[in-house]
């Protein structure tokens, strides 16, 4: 009878210990099948929702993860999406400015045939800018570029103005090799003319580019009507603030808060505007993304 009682007592304990074991592997076995069936973006088995203890808390936190990881599916998808749209876009819109430069460049020929020295000239300046504006698609020019960019469009306005039109830029040689976002200066020269000088038949604009703690300090002054005016003038005429608004945005995008754009007035009168860049001795790469982290890489060498 105890013999029997034992084997009794024995087979219970087992019986009791498999089934007590079946209730925490059973959960478990169920989740590695889930995981390892498992795709992004498709269909997710099911996790029961019926456990109150550890095991329905280890559930809806792995339901939780797998939903924030098809959120981040998505919405990477949307990104390339966008990214895929963008770089068609793009595409298409460079067919415009080559189809431009090339009829420019018919029509200096023209010109010149015509005997029309000053308008060729003009096509010839306007033909320069579009071919430093493409660029190869760079975003980054030397400023040697983006000088001879603003010295072409400065050039164009001063035949307009029948030499009523003065400027001077002053940048040193080794200011001249570094690298800048293309069409920096232009939206800032224009709106001195465009707006500062808009009553007027003589104007000045002084443009400075200098090393300032590390970094490049470019200061473009006019002695034009000054923010307010010429701010009155654009509302009266709906134009203006875009490509200055323009810079600023790219230079937030490129290099942070710390670079920026500060418009003032001057106290001789007219506009100054103060542009802050880092010191770039080579263009970042095109899939620098982290850029803004990075600036302390080779591409950002404090003066000494």
Request: hydrophobic share 40%.
């Amino acid at each position: 009878m105890i013999g029997i009682i034992g084997v009794a007592a024995i087979m219970l304990t087992l019986l009791l210990t498999h089934w007590l074991s079946s209730q925490f592997t059973k959960p478990i076995k169920r989740l590695v099948q889930v995981m390892g069936a498992y795709t992004v973006g498709g269909s997710m088995d099911r996790l029961p929702r019926d456990y109150q203890n550890e095991f329905g808390y280890l559930f809806a936190g792995y339901r939780k993860q797998n939903e924030r990881i098809e959120e981040l599916y998505r919405s990477l998808e949307r990104r390339y999406e966008q990214q895929r749209k963008a770089e068609i876009e793009a595409l298409q819109a460079n067919i415009n400015p080559h189809f431009l430069y090339n009829t420019l460049d018919q029509l200096n020929w023209m010109a010149i045939a015509n005997g029309q020295a000053e308008m060729s000239r003009i096509l010839e300046l306007m033909g320069r800018m579009f071919r430093i504006g493409l660029s190869g698609g760079e975003s980054f020019i030397k400023m040697e570029q983006e000088i001879l960019h603003i010295e072409s469009y400065l050039e164009i306005q001063q035949l307009r103005w029948d030499g009523g039109l003065a400027y001077t830029i002053e940048a040193s040689p080794e200011i001249r090799e570094l690298y800048v976002p293309k069409l920096t200066l232009q939206p800032f020269v224009e709106n001195s003319i465009v707006h500062g000088f808009n009553t007027r038949s003589r104007g000045h604009i002084w443009i400075r580019m200098e090393k300032l703690d590390g970094d490049i300090r470019i200061t473009i002054e006019d002695d034009g009507v000054g923010l307010k005016q010429a701010a009155d003038i654009s509302v009266k005429r709906h134009t203006g603030g875009y490509g200055i608004r323009n810079v600023k945005e790219r230079i937030d995008g490129y290099f942070g808060e710390n670079y920026k754009v500060k418009l003032s007035e001057r106290e001789a009168g007219g506009t100054c505007a103060e542009i802050t860049l880092p010191i770039l001795m080579e263009p970042p790469a095109a899939d620098s993304d982290n850029f803004k982290i990075n600036r302390a890489s080779l591409l950002y060498k404090p003066s000494s």
